[in-house]
Each structure stands twice: as structure tokens, then as C-alpha cells.
């Protein structure tokens, strides 16, 4: 499998989604570096990783997305290269226009570092295809704006055309306000295109996918499974 | 030419910063706070030779950069 990771000033997670996908494919992605201009041909993936880029300056994500090499990750996504955003990833897919809607300021106003439960809200994705439907995940979140909002119509088109991937929900998986650490809409932690060959998520699998830290520091391995789905799914 | 840009939250979008401010205030004893929305300024010295091709090239640089019409609308003031 081939994947590039592309990296702007300020993005921090690049080195934990490359072990991840590492120990997923048996491969090492490329990282890119923003100002290069050109991805290299023919990916499997491309992935937008989690950090702060451009020191957030304006809104989260929206320098990153302005930049040259976005218009080349636009292009090769809307063509179907799948591609993912993790975090300011995910900031950066909504402010690019590649997802709907965009990510507030966590509601509590507080940035939040912790590990969140979420529901696979549909396995019928290639990133997601290996959970279980209703599966109860958890993944930690590191964010300040990960609180999801999209216009009421927005809202039903996703949810009618099956593109959120993750609730955040409680540990016995009800999507309620007590499952919901940073006000997002409809419980929403991650949402995918039309298409569902782009996904964004505010949580981070990449940290959720080494048995030794696992059991370490008492986290899961549930993220792993999603990196195995998109290696099985571009493999075929 | 110069653009004066304010940039704000929809009408329905919440605003933590707003809310926060509006705690503050009353916390520090003001009376009378009602709703509070934080938003944002810009300043932007153009080339432009007319105003109205000032405001147009400011409307272009909100829709395109300044602003995230999803959850923000502009209002742009054209100074020479």
C-alpha cells in the first residue's frame, strides 16, 4: 500500500498515524511536507494529520486549507483517492470543502485531553468495515474545536445518506449528552463524504494502535482495526 | 483604499467566547448583560482604485479566506 502523509508547519501527529499505518501494512507512508507542491502518484491514501497547523491562526484548519498542495489532495480525493483527517485533519477536510460542515470551540470551552467511548455509526465504509455495527470504541481526543456543527438540513442529509462514521456515546455506548464530551451535534465524532472515500474524525485511532502502550498506560487497541479495514480495502 | 471587515458568528451558532464574556461581565458586577457575541476584525490596506472594486475584491477575500460562511456572516466597510 502506498500512503503520504502531508505535514504543515504545526502538525504534530504525522509520526504516530505513519507507526500506525506502519503496523497496519507492513509499510512506511511518505511524508510530505506542505511547500513540496506535488503528492506522489498513484496513492492508496492520503492522510491529514492531527496537530495545530499555522498555530490555528484565523480559524482551525483554515490556513492549511488555503494551501497549494490542498488543491492536489482536493483533486485527488474527489477522484477517489481515499483520505483521511484525523483531528486538524478533520479541521482542515471541513475547511476545504471536502466535508460538510465545520468544527466550534468544544462547548465546555476547555481543550480536552482523554480518552472519549464512540459508536461505529455504520460499517459500510472502507474505513470502518471491519467494526461491528454499534461497536463501542475507545479512542483518546486532544482538542480545543472538535465540536461538530452543520445546518439542520445538513444534519438529516448526513444521517439519511449514512455518512457519520463515529458518536461519541457513553462506555455502555448510549449516544446521549452525557456521552458527549464537547458539544458536537447529534453526538457527531466523525463524518464521511458522499462519496465515503473520504473520512474525518476528531479522535485519533492513530493513538490507539500499540499493544505496548496499550497496556502500558491502560488504552485500547480499537484504532488498529481501522487501519487494517483501509489496508484490506485498498489491497483488494 | 481601506477595508475595515468585521466578521461574526451566525444568528443560532453557539458562541462559547460569547458566553464566556457574558459570565465575566456579570461576574464582575455589570447589570443587565444580555447576550454577548465575540467576533472578529480586519483591517486590509488595498490597491484598489474605487471603492466599489474595494469592496468587491474584500467580499471575495471573505468568502474565499476571512470568513467560514457555514457558521460566520461579513460585513465590510470601504475607508479611503
Known amino acids: 500500500m502506498k500512503s503520504a502523509i502531508v505535514v504543515f508547519p504545526g502538525s504534530n501527529r504525522e509520526g504516530d498515524v505513519a507507526d500506525a499505518l506502519q503496523r497496519a501494512s507492513g509499510k512506511r507512508p511518505e511524508l510530505v511536507w506542505h511547500s513540496t507542491g506535488a503528492l506522489p502518484a498513484k496513492l492508496d491514501l492520503i492522510v491529514l494529520p492531527g496537530g495545530f497547523s499555522y498555530g490555528d491562526y484565523l480559524r482551525c484548519g483554515a490556513m492549511a486549507a488555503r494551501s497549494p498542495i490542498m488543491r492536489e489532495v482536493v483533486a485527488r480525493a474527489k477522484a477517489g483517492t481515499p483520505t483521511l483527517g484525523v483531528c486538524n485533519g478533520f479541521q482542515i477536510l471541513c475547511e476545504s470543502g471536502l466535508l460538510p460542515g465545520v468544527l466550534l470551540s468544544n462547548a465546555g470551552l476547555k481543550f480536552i485531553c482523554r480518552d472519549v467511548h464512540l459508536k461505529v455509526a455504520t460499517r459500510r465504509s472502507l474505513f470502518t468495515h471491519r467494526y461491528a455495527a454499534g461497536q463501542v470504541l475507545r479512542f483518546p481526543v486532544a482538542h480545543h474545536d472538535g465540536n461538530y456543527f452543520a445546518d439542520a438540513g445538513t444534519l438529516k442529509r448526513l444521517e439519511d445518506r449514512d455518512q457519520i462514521a463515529f458518536r461519541y456515546c457513553t462506555p455502555a455506548g448510549e449516544t446521549d449528552a452525557d456521552g458527549n464530551p464537547n458539544g458536537s451535534a447529534r453526538n457527531i465524532a466523525g463524518v464521511f463524504n458522499a462519496a465515503k472515500t473520504v473520512l474525518g474524525l476528531m479522535p485519533h485511532p492513530e493513538n490507539a494502535t500499540d499493544p505496548a502502550t496499550a497496556s502500558a498506560l491502560g488504552g485500547t487497541t480499537d484504532g488498529k482495526t481501522l487501519f487494517d479495514a483501509i489496508v484490506e480495502a485498498v489491497s483488494k | ?80
Open chain 2, 1 to 80: 483604499m481601506k477595508a475595515k471587515i468585521h466578521v461574526t458568528l451566525k444568528n443560532g451558532v453557539l458562541d462559547v467566547q460569547g458566553k464566556a464574556v457574558q459570565a465575566g461581565l456579570a461576574g464582575l458586577g455589570f447589570q443587565g448583560v444580555g447576550d454577548v457575541r465575540v467576533g472578529r476584525y480586519v483591517e486590509i490596506e488595498l490597491a484598489a482604485r474605487s471603492r466599489a472594486a474595494a469592496e468587491a475584491e474584500a467580499k471575495k477575500m471573505c468568502e474565499k479566506l476571512l470568513a467560514n460562511t457555514v457558521i460566520e456572516n461579513y460585513r465590510v466597510e470601504i475607508a479611503e
